[in-house]
Nanobody, 123 residues
C-alpha cells in the first residue's frame, strides 16, 4: 500500500520561506511517476500548485511561478516543495499527490494523497 507523509508546514511572516516534504513508502518510486502539490484554503476549492513528471518537467500555477519550486530526491524517495517569498494568500493546507502514470496533465488526476500540512503566512 502506498503512503505519502507530508512535513515541513508552519507559520511564517510574509516574505519568508518554507520547505515542504512528502515521503513515499510502499511499492512506489516517486521519480518514475507524475507527482504534485495541491493546496486548499478555508472556504475555497483545492487547487493545483505544481507537478513534476518522470523526466523532471515541471508545471506551476500562475500564482506561484517564480516563487515555488517542486523537486524530488530519488535516494530518499521524497517530493519537495520550496516556498519562497510567501504571501498571506498562500495560507492553506498543502497536500502532496502521486499518480500511477509517468506523464502529467494539469492539474492531473492522482491515485494517492497525503494527509496535508498547514502553511500559515501572516502579514
Amino acid at each position: 500500500q502506498v503512503q505519502l507523509v507530508e512535513s515541513g508546514g508552519g507559520s511564517v511572516q510574509a516574505g519568508g520561506s518554507l520547505r515542504l516534504s512528502c515521503a513515499a513508502s510502499g511499492y512506489y518510486t516517486l521519480s518514475t511517476k507524475c507527482t504534485a502539490w495541491f493546496r486548499q484554503a478555508p472556504g475555497k476549492q483545492r487547487e493545483g500548485v505544481a507537478n513534476i513528471d518522470r523526466m523532471g518537467r515541471t508545471t506551476y500555477a500562475d500564482s506561484v511561478k517564480g516563487r515555488f519550486t517542486i523537486s524530488t530526491d530519488n535516494a530518499k524517495n521524497t517530493l519537495f516543495l520550496q516556498l519562497n517569498s510567501l504571501k498571506p494568500e498562500d495560507t492553506a493546507v498543502y497536500y502532496c499527490a502521486a499518480a500511477e502514470i509517468s506523464w502529467c496533465a494539469w492539474p492531473g488526476v492522482y491515485n494517492y494523497w497525503g494527509q496535508g500540512t498547514q502553511v500559515t503566512v501572516s502579514s
